[in-house]
């Protein structure tokens, strides 16, 4: 395609050609009027052209774009092309997104796009459903606004999105939700809402069923248990031959015991859908009670060897469950005794750290592999079953811990060296600190 700058100066040379010959045979006054009228008429043909452009861009139909003439053909020429291009992409763009509407919507999980603030961009019709939600009117609008549950809320702010959240619907108290946040570019979110109703009820009948079951098997083991005890203690009553056998049974029967408590210890925390109460611990307190019964516990089996430090912020106070959480550090830090050999050191701190309250416990015991890190708070899970069995251990103490934390808006991060020791830190959100400026160290 000619330059429209190409056209041009090739007229005015033409122009200029003819009015210079003009010149040489008839006068130089002739020649400027005829150079006057010329480049009057090339800019009134401009103004005209220009004119039409404009009108055409008020309406502009595909169909109507003017044909043009001279420099103008080409940039109507270019205009068609363009918009044809532009037509085309516009197509590709609505078939794309109505193909992505349509994956969207056969989803069977809500999706909902949240902006930097948290304000509904878009959302499913699935999402609508589950939620409440419609999005002609409630764009823009903060999903806080929108779903009103203060544990949810604090999920949001918390921005610890590791784990899923379960939300009950206020449209119908039965039906649960499992909503999780992925954050994205422009620091957006995507919320995912899955309907878990019927794997919450298989999940209640099996927790039922082990709850029935413990309950079942308490009564007749501390029956079978005392009987050995008696015996034991009777005097004649068990040969000599056979006390190493009594002692095995009261020993089974006691390990019995314990798995049964921790599964209806467990089985309870699992069907509490209520908030845990808020209340404001005096963690200095509940870390020396720890630290003292880390000692015992030490003595108790035979490594009093043992050094337990203690390093506590005395103004940082936790908002929460006492009696969950004091069962929760306590089960880390009775591991640490357990498998942390005689001399070790273990070292229970808590600082804030990034802004967020830190409850830790490190040891100097004998590691974990990295390989079995991510399942420790699996249900009877062990690194070693020989050892575990060794210490009185049940392998339900981390699943507990597990689901206090949760409770807690709280995440269990472990690190550990083999050989070297182990860390298990509790992070708690920012909304669960509390501070005493009085307090004297």
């Not at 999940?203 to 082990?210: H, K, N, Y």
């Not at 309950?215 to 040969?239: C, K």
């Not at 004998?366 to 708070?377: K, S, V």
């Amino acid at each position: 395609m000619p330059d429209i700058r190409v056209k041009a100066a090739s007229f005015i040379c033409a122009l200029s050609a003819i009015c210079l010959f003009l010149w040489l045979i008839i006068s130089a006054k002739i020649a400027l009027i005829i150079f006057a009228i010329g480049l009057l008429t090339y800019l009134f043909n401009h103004i005209v052209w220009l004119h039409k452009l404009h009108l055409w861009f008020k309406s502009p139909v595909l169909k109507e774009i003017p044909e043009g003439s001279g420099a103008w053909e080409d940039v109507f020429t270019s205009l068609l092309q363009y918009e044809r291009n532009n037509l085309a992409n516009q197509a590709q763009l609505s078939s794309a997104l109505e193909r992505f509407n349509l994956t969207a919507n056969t989803i069977p999980d809500g999706l909902v796009i949240l902006s930097p603030s948290n304000e509904i961009e878009w959302c499913t019709p699935h999402a609508e459903n589950q939620l409440g939600l419609n999005i002609s009117t409630d764009k823009n609008l903060p999903i806080v606004n929108l779903i009103r549950d203060s544990q949810f809320i604090a999920y949001l702010y918390n921005e610890n999105y590791c784990e899923p959240f379960k939300l009950k619907s206020w449209q119908n108290p039965e039906v649960i939700f499992e909503v999780q946040l992925i954050p994205f570019e422009s620091k957006q979110k995507l919320l995912i809402c899955r309907d878990m109703t019927q794997l919450e009820k298989v999940d209640l009948m099996r927790r039922d069923f082990i709850a029935n079951v413990s309950h079942e098997l308490r009564t007749p083991l501390t029956v079978v248990g005392g009987f050995l005890e008696t015996l034991t203690d009777m005097e004649g009553a068990v040969p000599d031959n056979l006390k190493s056998y009594f002692a095995m049974m009261q020993e089974q029967t006691g390990r019995m015991r314990r798995i049964i408590e921790d599964l209806l210890t467990l089985s309870t925390i699992e069907s509490n859908s209520e908030a845990p109460d808020d209340i404001e611990i005096d963690m200095t307190s509940l870390l020396k009670t720890l630290q003292k019964d880390a000692l015992g516990l030490s003595q108790g089996l035979k490594k009093a060897k043992h050094k337990v430090q203690l390093d506590a912020d005395p103004s940082l106070y936790l908002v929460g469950a006492q009696d969950e959480l004091h069962s929760a550090f306590s089960n880390l830090v009775s591991n640490a005794v357990r498998y942390t050999p005689t001399g070790g050191e273990i070292l229970i701190s808590w600082n804030l750290m990034n802004e967020q309250p830190v409850f830790a416990v490190r040891d100097s015991g004998i590691g974990i592999e990295q390989q079995h890190i991510d399942r420790l708070t699996e249900r009877f899970y062990r690194v070693d079953r020989g050892r575990s069995r060794e210490t009185g251990g049940t392998g339900l103490g981390l699943s507990i811990v597990k689901h206090i934390l949760i409770r807690h808006q709280a995440k269990l991060e472990i690190s550990s060296e083999i050989g070297i020791g182990s860390t298990f830190s509790v992070v708690f959100p920012k909304a669960r600190v509390a501070h005493k400026q009085d307090v004297k160290t």
